[in-house]
């Protein structure tokens, strides 16, 4: 059974950094792509950045509301994928999501993670 | 930035037909994806490729696409398909993913 886990999330103060990691199962880690996508409180998807696998050399790319202060990495002999967030803003208070990607498509997700900045 | 459209609210009587639609420039040129989200729960994808149903889908759920628009089809509809539903396509352009707004399905 092919599953995603998230964790690290929590409350953090506005400027600060936070780690989230996409803990996975199930399925051969190092041959597909990995996403984190993000969901504010009452707010639709939004898509935050991906990793590529080594296989098409691991390249990332990211919303342009993240660039530059946010970075993925993936560990693939551990099959965990990374959210490195730094200089968090209020506006990036949202349930973080990790999900497999296939082509370009999502198809499999983790449940979540409550990121909260806030003073 | 490519940008998709899709109408906040649909509402729809048991076992009839609901149709939510996803509006983009030239759509039928892209593949579109659409995700269910039911309440407190992760998104589950429900087509790829426009029509494709993953395993575990029930054929009561078609996609299709044409001129500038796409959209989700669901017969019969049950208590049970209450939720909110995207559309998502991949912008070769910006090498991006982009979602729609989402729509909230509503069985009375």
């Known amino acids: 059974e092919v599953q995603l886990v998230e964790s690290g999330g929590g409350l953090v103060e506005p400027g600060r950094s936070l780690r989230l990691s996409c803990t996975t199962s199930?399925?051969?880690?190092?041959?597909?792509?990995m996403s984190w996508l993000r969901q504010a409180p009452g707010k639709g998807l939004e898509w935050v950045g991906f990793?590529?696998?080594?296989?098409?050399?691991?390249?990332?790319q990211y919303a342009a509301s993240v660039e530059g202060r946010f970075a993925i990495s993936r560990e693939d002999s551990k099959s965990i994928a990374y959210l490195q967030m730094n200089s968090l803003k209020t506006e990036d208070t949202a349930v973080y999501f990790c999900?497999?990607?296939?082509?370009?498509?999502?198809?499999?997700w983790g449940q979540g993670t409550l990121v909260t900045v806030s003073s | 930035s490519y940008v998709l459209t899709q109408p906040p609210s649909v509402s729809v009587a048991p076992g009839k037909t609901a149709r939510i639609t996803c509006g983009g420039s030239?759509?039928?040129?892209?593949?579109v994806h659409w995700y269910q989200q039911k309440a407190g729960q992760a998104p589950v994808l429900v087509i790829d490729y426009d029509s494709v149903r993953p395993s575990g889908i029930p054929e009561r759920i078609s996609g299709s696409t044409s001129g500038n628009t796409a959209t989700l089809t669901i017969s019969r509809v049950e208590a049970g398909d209450e939720a909110d539903y995207y559309c998502q396509v991949w912008d070769s352009s910006s090498a991006h993913v982009v979602f729609g707004g989402g729509t909230k399905l509503t069985v009375l």
């Open positions: 030239h759509i039928v040129t892209r593949t």
């Open positions: 990793i590529r696998s080594k296989t098409y050399g691991g390249t990332l």
């Open positions: 999900a497999r990607m296939t082509h370009n498509w999502f198809d499999a």
């Open positions: 199930g399925f051969t880690f190092d041959d597909y792509a």
